[in-house]
């Protein structure tokens, strides 16, 4: 007889849109159930996140996952004891929608089929995971990996890939050129293999064009190959923990910046073998070629494009004199866990509709990649308005008070209580479900015992995501200086994505401002402005190119402790084709 599922029931009932399970009793179920996910789990359509961590008896998801759960955007399956056959078999199809997959703290000893590690197999004709950005396989047994992957999840940012068995690197990764139509992996920005046993690095690594961290620490490493000075965006490099034969470069990784051993790689080091010396004169005749094109027409082409390209500069927290900080409760771990922030310096409201474009960008980005508030939720606030420290805290629907967009101040139960009726009245009056406003994402709070919120230093609430900001610090003409908060309760990675293309929108609209030179009573709305700004190429207009300042935000917990930096060094890689970012 089959265990009994409470959670599951209840999910089902409430039509949840998350899954959480964990814990001895969930355990025993499992084990009860034959090692295997629980079938009901696959009559949850609706579900966009499902974690089961923590589960020893868990050794197969059994067959049916990917047609079961088509909308099924986070994954995270840490800690169990998935062997390869029961998860290949389990993940099954493609997962259109995935963005995140952890898979860590198992027994895999291959890629899954799923993710292109079946030996032999013809690649799919589409990807299985078109919208993956971020896979987690650290603690497992892995030994190599298939260039299947490049193919089954051409979007991916981060792999982390710590303490299996890996002894080539990149390796298999890479498919052989051409197979992936655009090269594989053009936004993989964070690659982590630390704790393997990777005894050669190769000088492929270079092909990875959006490279930006690498984290090879603690493996079996004796050289370091010229071309990691060929990777064109890399900032953060860990190679401790080997045994490097050249031991000037040793000491440099050791204690010095990635920059400095980058360039000592250049110059060649020590120890070069002919192959690696005419590798490094290659280099040399390329990047004189480069040079030559810059000094011809061509040249001041390709200079006039990368001025016309928008412009942020990043603040670091340690040139800021008072920089802003968010700290987080415990609490709301289990309620919307996951916040990314940043200050954002020059905007220009004032002129014609610029303040009506902000917010309809702002509602577009709403519904396309925070996907209507379930994926992520955006708020943007008026940094002259913000009385810091920050503090994310969760609080009972009851005692949560907040003054809304518009509206006056309210209980949180009350303002929801409102907005239902509204919507009731919205559905009588226009015949019709479907509802506009705040009063569509009303569900996205059903089963939450307490609620999210930003708390500003004088215990005003500043936010209630994912409902609405408070009048207190609300955008007008005359803002200068943002404040903007992204949370979810999906994944941190989905955050920063978010981040990135809100910051890349605003430079965007600013722009448009500055060179669209509207008075204030322009009626010229552009409502639809959603991409980068397209100059006629009938009028010679020299681009304006003033750049925003993004200031870094730290969220902490209580105790002081980092949870998150905004920007980060990695940060705003999937927009650098279309923005110059100054670090």
Known sequence: MAAAWPELEAAARERRRELALAGAAVAERVAAGGGRLPAAVLALPLLRSLELSGCPALRELGPGLAAALPALHTLVLRDNALGPAGLG????????????????????????????????????????????????????????????????????????????????????????????????????????????????????IAALPALKSL???????????????????????????????????????????????LEYLRAGGRGKGKAESAREEARKKKREKQQQKKDSGDGEQDELEEASKLMVKVLHVSENPAPLVVKASPGIKDVRPFIVCCVLKG??????????????????????????????TIATHDLQLIKGPLRYDVQPPDELKITPLGRKEIKAKDLLRQLQLEAEEQRKQKKRQNVSGLHKYLQLLDGKDNYPC??????????????????????????????????????????????????????????????????????????????PVNLNPGQNVQPVNFPLVVEQVRVVDTDGNLKVLYPSKTDLTTVSSLLTVIR
Request: hydrophobic share 40%.
């Open 454 to 531: 930003l708390v500003d230093a004088e215990g005003s609430v500043i936010s209630f995501p994912p409902i609405t900001n408070s009048e207190k610090t609300k955008i007008r003409k005359d803002t200068r200086d943002l404040f903007l908060e992204v949370t979810s309760d999906t994944s941190l990675q989905i955050c920063k994505d978010v981040m990135d293309t809100l910051i890349l929108k605003i430079a965007e609209l600013n722009r448009f401002t500055l060179e669209n030179k509207e008075d204030s009573g322009s009626d010229n709305e552009s409502d639809a402005f959603c991409g």
């Open 89 to 204: 078999e389990g993940l099954g199809g493609p997962l259109p929608a995935l963005r995140l997959l952890d898979l860590s703290g198992n027994g895999l000893e291959a890629l899954p089929a799923a993710l292109g590690g079946a030996a032999g197999a013809e690649p799919a004709a589409e990807p299985a995971f078109p919208q993956l950005r971020s896979l987690n396989l650290s603690g497992n047994r892995l030994r190599e990996l298939g260039p299947g992957l490049a193919g089954a999840a051409p979007q991916l940012q981060a792999l982390q890939l710590t303490g299996n068995r890996l002894r080539v690197l990149p390796g298999g990764l890479l498919p052989p050129a051409g197979a992936v139509p655009g090269g594989p992996f053009p936004l993989l920005s964070r690659l982590e293999a630390a704790d393997n046993e990777v005894a050669e690095l190769g000088a492929d």
């Open 347 to 376: 905007v220009n409201l004032k002129p014609g509709n610029a303040l009506k474009r902000f917010l309809s960008m702002q509602t577009k980005l709403h519904e396309d990649i925070c996907e209507k508030r379930t994926a992520a």
């Open 215 to 261: 984290d090879v620490a603690n493996n079996r490493l004796q050289e370091l190959p010229a071309a990691l000075a060929d990777c064109p965006r890399l900032k953060e490099a860990n190679f401790r923990g080997n045994q490097l034969k050249d031991k000037r470069l040793e000491k440099m990784v050791n204690g010095c910046q990635t920059k400095a051993i």
